[in-house]
């Protein structure tokens, strides 16, 4: 804004006179790089301020004030201008109007105490950068000269004025050929007077008149072409005349927008919403027009009318196939016989953006073994935030271990799915990670999406159902044959073959079942024979870890009543191979009995004193035993009766200390009754199980272990599942099922036993006196075993799937009793106990071929009681 301010003798302030000043940014900077252009800023009409006027009186005239440069201001906020007057001619009551963004008026009035006389001179226009002038715009200073005569007092025949309302000014668009008009106060003392415009474009409604009165100033015009006009209007009585600039400006019609400029903002891809533009000239005149836009990607509609009009004006980055950025262009119009009008327009474009419903797949499973047909497919769901619009997209770098139900297609925000497997055949053992990526090709931009992709994979296993197979041959009981299930770790089961390294032993394969049968015509009678089968999966990326060890006892006779020890024992265990009972009674050394024979065949020494708890591993190759004087564990060689290692323990054991065997996965571990843990291959402790104290047992596969709390008011059980795989160098998944209390009647908690498929479990307790069958999962009560009136101290399960139950009696009552498989029908009873000695709490255990039972009494006695087929 450029402001005029008194200064001097004789200042004036013009208000805003470069307000709305238009152009790009031009010289007048004090620190630009080019010269700045030192002509004057402003032109004045009339070029000098002219007149007479009689002494006591005030001369009133016009200037018309223009911007020669209106880019010197185009960035200023504010301009300040003064008008210096040094020799006091002007009044300061300076009017100023407004008549476009680059044209002013000012009306300047002389002061009534000049003397009589000419005052010749300059006033001084500055164009300031600050109220206090320290520095001025290129041009500036600017001089206004003036030519005045004050005529003496009394020249005239009265006082004589002639003073507008307003500045003789006005502006006019070409056709419309009238503007308004001003009045013209004449006072002359009664004096007459005359008045001539001077063009015929100034219209007067009087040109004559007498004493004081006025006229009319109008504007015509009616046959002007566009351009500015100045006459002056003289007034003159008795020989003097007032002078008053007059100006007409002729404006061209011009067209006007709705919009000086438009911006399209959009994201890239997505449809982008037209904008309507209205178009009319501004004198309301009727024209044809026509617009045409200069870029591919900017259309406009109409392209052609009459104003007034609208017209769409859209855009669509499909043309060129845009990238993101922003983009200049503009639309022409050419309204007929007038000036064209330039729209700029501006396309604003931001990417799209690509999601994908997850940031991580896995594939495997927790395990690393889910690879089967019927594997879970993982969905992935793309996304892209184009509304309707719809764009390619594809997957790059899928890994070779995953598949994919589609690699491409098309995507919008609706999204578009794919699934994924893994392909174990394609994936190293253990887990292994890659990066895919989806790109969405969106016009210019290629968006993209990365998602970590995770494959876990296990060791591919074939495992038998059973890695111990005892068979025996005597002339009446003969068990020559047995049939294994073998399964695959990832149930995807492809086919097998099976070898003997034993003429004796043939192995036969149908499906996943493994036939093995025996020839006894081979063998010695009284001896026995053990062969090794070995597993070959039909898949290569299948291996079979675990061998079966297979045992022949080949008989004389099949016992025919119990047979027992001379030397008293308190510990027992049984091969699940071979057909032999390992006892020790506490102290540094293990007797091997001939389960048939109920003859000791050796013993193994080399313990330390005070042996506790013996478990054998499920595959018949190893004897474990609490050393309970060193605090390990001491392991066995069953093929050579021979101390093979020895296990330190994280904590030390006692004669409270239970040991189980388990091979969860084909991995065998042992399970400590505290919750340690040790790998068997490498004796190295893994993470304690969620278990305290008491009788452990587990299923035949390892992954359900079972705790019972032994000789407490309540019998406390608790289940965890285990597990193993061959992830980042080996994990164990270990976690807590379930725990329950069973109060009374359920005391003094003995014994226990797990299925197969840890499913069912049952549990001998002192009261009440029946084994109890629970539920594997909920650890609830199904029902009760009834053994007459012992008090129930140990369960074991046969080959058959019969249930031993067993307990502490006295007497002549029955110890011992045979279950079928459900619990529900009672099959037989025996009785083991002698000269009222009791059967002693986990001391009975059943032989590999499940046909005879080895139980120790209060006596230390160890009596071999035949109980099949």
């Known amino acids: 804004m450029l402001k005029f301010r008194p200064a001097h003798a004789a200042p004036f302030l013009i208000a805003a006179l470069l307000a709305g000043c238009g152009g790009g940014g031009g010289g007048g900077g004090t620190g630009g790089a080019t010269t700045p252009d030192t002509s004057p800023a402003l032109t004045f009409s009339p070029s000098t301020v002219t007149g007479n006027v009689p002494a006591g009186l005030t001369l009133t005239a016009s200037v018309i004030a223009s911007v020669t440069r209106p880019n010197d ?39 009534p105490t000049l003397a009589a006389g000419n005052y010749k001179g300059s006033f001084s226009v500055r164009l300031c950068r600050d109220s206090g002038c320290a520095s001025q715009f290129p041009g500036s200073p600017v001089a206004l000269p003036y030519d005045i005569t004050v005529l003496p007092a009394g020249s005239g025949s009265g006082s004589f004025s002639a003073v507008p309302a307003m500045p003789l000014t006005a502006s006019v668009k070409s056709g419309d050929p009238v503007a ?62 007032i002078t008053l600039p007059a100006t007409l400006t002729v404006l061209q019609p011009g067209l006007v927008l709705g919009s000086n400029s438009v911006t399209f903002n959009a994201i890239n891809g997505a449809p982008i919403p037209s904008q309507i533009v209205s178009l009319d000239i501004d004198n309301k005149l009727t024209t044809t027009w026509s617009a045409a836009s200069n870029t591919a990607w900017l259309s406009v509609s109409p392209t052609s009318g009459t104003t007034p009009a609208t017209t769409i004006l859209a855009v669509d980055a499909t043309v060129g196939t845009l990238a993101s950025g922003s983009y200049p262009g503009s639309i022409t119009i050419k309204p007929t016989g007038l000036a064209d ?14 999601l994908s419903s997850v940031s991580t797949m896995t594939l495997g499973g927790t395990y690393g073994r889910d690879f089967s047909t019927t594997q879970a497919a993982q969905p992935l769901k793309l996304t892209l935030n184009t509304s309707t619009n719809s764009w390619p997209w594809t997957l790059n770098n899928v890994p070779l271990w995953a598949s994919a139900t589609s690699t491409g297609g098309t995507v919008n925000a609706a999204g578009a799915s794919t699934s994924f497997k893994g392909i174990a055949a394609n994936a190293p053992t253990g887990s292994s990670t890659g990066i895919v990526t989806a790109v969405a090709q969106v016009n210019g931009d290629s968006v993209k999406n990365s ?70 015509s081979q063998q010695l009678t009284d001896t026995v024979a053990t062969a090794t089968i070995t597993l070959k999966p039909s898949d290569p990326d299948v291996v079979a870890p675990e061998v079966i060890r297979v045992a022949l006892w080949k008989g004389t006779a099949a016992p025919s009543a119990s047979a027992s ?31 048939y024979t109920g003859l000791k065949e050796a013993s193994i020494t080399g313990f330390s004193a005070h042996l506790g708890d013996m478990a054998i591993s499920p595959n018949g190759d190893a004897l474990y035993v609490v050393d309970i004087d060193n ?15 020895q296990l330190p323990l994280a904590a030390a054991g006692s004669a409270a200390t239970r040991i189980k065997l388990i091979h969860p996965n084909g991995v065998g571990m042992l399970v400590l009754s505290d919750g340690q843990l040790y790998l068997t291959a490498t004796n190295a402790r893994l993470t304690s199980l969620p278990l305290s104290s008491g009788t452990v047992e587990a299923s035949a596969d390892g992954t359900r272990v079972v705790q019972q709390t032994e000789g407490a008011a309540t019998i406390q059980h608790t289940t965890a599942k285990v597990d193993y795989a061959a992830l980042s160098g080996g994990t164990l998944f270990a976690a807590k099922l379930a725990s329950a209390s069973h109060g009374s009647p359920g005391t003094l908690g003995q014994d226990l036993w797990v299925s197969a498929d840890g499913k069912r479990v049952i549990y001998a307790a002192s009261t ?102």
């Open 341 to 354: 009008r330039t729209l700029p327009v501006t396309l604003n474009l931001t990417p799209a953006t690509l």
């Open 73 to 111: 201001f185009s960035n200023t906020t504010k301009v300040t201008a003064l008008v210096v007057d040094s020799a006091g001619i002007l009044l300061p009551n300076v009017q100023l109007v407004q008549d476009s963004n680059t044209q002013y008026h000012a009306v300047l009035q002389t002061a």
């Open 180 to 241: 308004a008009g001003a009045a013209v106060a004449i006072a002359t003392g009664g004096d007459s007077w005359s008045a001539d415009s001077g063009a015929s474009w100034l219209k007067l409604s009087a040109t004559s008149g007498a004493g004081n009165g006025s006229l009319t100033v109008s504007y015509d015009a009616s046959g002007l072409a566009a351009g500015t006009y100045t006459t002056n209007l003289s007034v003159t009585s008795a020989g003097n005349t």
């Open 565 to 595: 020890t001379a030397l008293p024992y308190t510990t027992v265990a049984t091969d699940p191979l071979r057909p032999y009972a390992y006892v020790h009674n506490g102290g540094a050394y293990i007797d091997v009995y001939n389960i």
């Open 451 to 520: 998602v970590l992709f995770v494959i876990n994979k296990d060791l591919h296993k074939l495992l038998p159902a059973e890695t111990a197979v005892a068979l025996v041959s005597t002339p009446t009981w003969s068990r020559m044959t047995r049939t294994i299930t073998v399964n695959d770790n990832f149930n995807s089961f492809a086919g097998m073959s099976a070898t003997s390294d034993q003429s004796w032993l043939v192995a036969g394969v149908s499906g996943n079942q493994l036939t093995l049968t025996a020839d006894a």
């Open 768 to 869: 009440p006196k029946s084994c109890t069958l629970m539920d594997g999962d909920s650890l609830g009560i199904l029902g009760y075993m009834p053994i007459g009136d012992a008090a129930p101290n140990n369960v074991t399960v046969l080959l058959d799937g019969s249930i031993v139950c067993a307990g502490a009696a006295r007497g002549n009552t029955n110890d011992i009793y045979l279950y079928d498989s459900t619990g529900a029908r009672l099959i037989q009873q025996y009785k083991l106990n002698t000269a009222g000695k009791a059967l002693l709490p986990r001391q009975l255990a059943a032989s590999g071929d499940g046909w005879i039972l080895v139980g120790i009494t209060e006596d230390g006695t160890v009596t071999f009681l035949p109980v099949g087929p």
């Open 631 to 645: 605090s390990r564990i001491t392991t066995v060689s069953l093929a050579t009766r021979a101390i093979s290692g």
